[in-house]
């Protein structure tokens, strides 16, 4: 079955840098999109980014030039670099897949888009 790993939070000053990874398996991973949502304490899950196998990327306003995400379909893995880091960005940080076709060009960016998903993984920024 399919099955996502996160790893790489932590507590981090402000300013500050984390690089998540998202280890898949179970599936074709070429073939899925990935995303990176967050949910803060009693908030929504929110969409961070996403990217395509051919490395098409989508970002939430708010980590635009500060986040980047990444792939590398040989490893069947999933990054988010997070630089610049904000107290307003701790949440637990979700990885998800889904599957989607090559010859179109969407990215999915909602929640109720994605099949698959992680257990999350903290991050919490210190003022």
């Known amino acids: 079955q399919v099955q996502l790993v996160e790893s790489g939070g932590g507590l981090v000053q402000a300013g500050g840098s984390l690089r998540l990874s998202c280890a898949a398996s179970?599936?074709?991973?070429?073939?899925?999109?990935m995303g990176w949502f967050r949910q803060a304490p009693g908030k929504e899950r929110e969409f961070v980014a996403a990217i395509r196998s051919g490395g098409t990327t989508a970002y939430e306003d708010s980590v635009k030039g500060r986040f980047t995400i990444s792939r590398d379909n040989a490893k069947n893995m999933a990054y988010l670099q997070m630089n610049s880091l904000k107290p307003e960005d701790t949440a637990v940080y979700y990885c998800?897949?889904?599957?989607?076709?090559?010859?179109?060009?969407?990215?999915?960016?909602?929640?109720?888009?994605?099949?698959?998903w992680g257990q999350g993984t903290q991050v919490t920024v210190s003022s």
């Open positions: 179970g599936l074709t991973f070429s073939n899925y999109a």
């Open positions: 998800a897949a889904n599957l989607v076709y090559s010859g179109s060009s969407y990215l999915p960016i909602r929640r109720n888009q994605y099949r698959y």
